[in-house]
Antibody, heavy 119, light 111 residues
Framework: QVQLVQSGAEVKKPGASVKVSCKAF????????VHWVRQAPGQGLEWMGI????????NYAPKFQDRVTMTGDTSTDTVHMELSSLRSEDTAVYYC????????????WGQGTLVTVSS | EIVMTQSPATLSVSPGDRATLSCRAS??????LAWYQQKPGQAPRLLIY?????ATGVPARFSGSGSGSGTEFTLTISSLQSEDFAVYYC???????????FGQGTKLEIK
């Protein structure tokens, strides 16, 4: 069955970078784009961007344009999201999510990765 | 950026009753609207896509609709069960280039 399995929790200092991975199982990796969404503690969902694993084209939310890089590896069916210049406000759970068959909604989600930014 | 506004922020309903959640888009999004349910400590779960299509495995008590204007949307949960008390988010996926914004969420709590 379809699963997205994310890497484990991270603790980073302000100014550092973090790279979160998301490994796909149970479907043809290159057929579906993958989104990244984050959720700060006690807050709502925030869309960060999208990557097409087939041609590695990306679109990023303007808020993250200068700090985020999304990449894909077809040899391991894995997408990565790297966020640089971390600040305390980046403390959040980061989710990857696959697009659906009929549009860019998110039908399957990873379990989430907690990134804590603290000095 | 398309702004999605959900109302109310919190809805208190008794088990067995009906809940109606609203979502408004700041501009036309056609029917490109999804609803998600999120419980504490869990990833969101897709309930509805394309304004009114239930995702696989979603019970029939969940239904989505739109006013036809492409800006006003409703999630209705008939006969609430204990497992339905959660936070619900709407999301538009119409914008191009992609900028797929979420509403701020409605917390559905037990009355």
């Amino acid at each position: 069955q379809v699963q997205l399995v994310q890497s484990g929790a991270e603790v980073k200092k302000p100014g550092a970078s973090v790279k979160v991975s998301c490994k796909a199982f149970g479907y043809t990796f290159t057929r579906y784009e993958v989104h990244w969404v984050r959720q700060a503690p006690g807050q709502g969902l925030e869309w960060m961007g999208i990557i097409n694993p087939r041609d590695v084209r990306t679109n990023y939310a303007p808020k993250f344009q200068d700090r985020v890089t999304m990449t894909g590896d077809t040899s391991t069916d894995t997408v990565h999201m790297e966020l640089s210049s971390l600040r305390s406000e980046d403390t959040a759970v980061y989710y990857c999510a696959r697009v659906g068959d009929y549009g860019d909604y998110h039908d399957f989600w990873g379990q989430g990765t907690l990134v804590t930014v603290s000095s | 950026e398309i702004v999605m506004t959900q109302s109310p922020a919190t809805l208190s309903v008794s088990p067995g009753d009906r809940a109606t959640l609203s979502c408004r888009a700041s501009q036309y999004i056609n029917t490109n609207l999804a609803w998600y349910q999120q419980k504490p400590g869990q990833a969101p779960r897709l309930l509805i896509y394309g304004t009114s299509t239930r995702a696989t495995g979603v019970p029939a008590r969940f239904s989505g609709s739109g006013s036809g204007s492409g800006t006003e949307f409703t999630l209705t949960i008939s006969s609430l069960q204990s497992e339905d008390f959660a936070v619900y988010y709407c999301q538009q996926y119409n914008d191009w280039p992609p900028m797929y914004t979420f509403g701020q969420g409605t917390k559905l709590e037990i009355k």
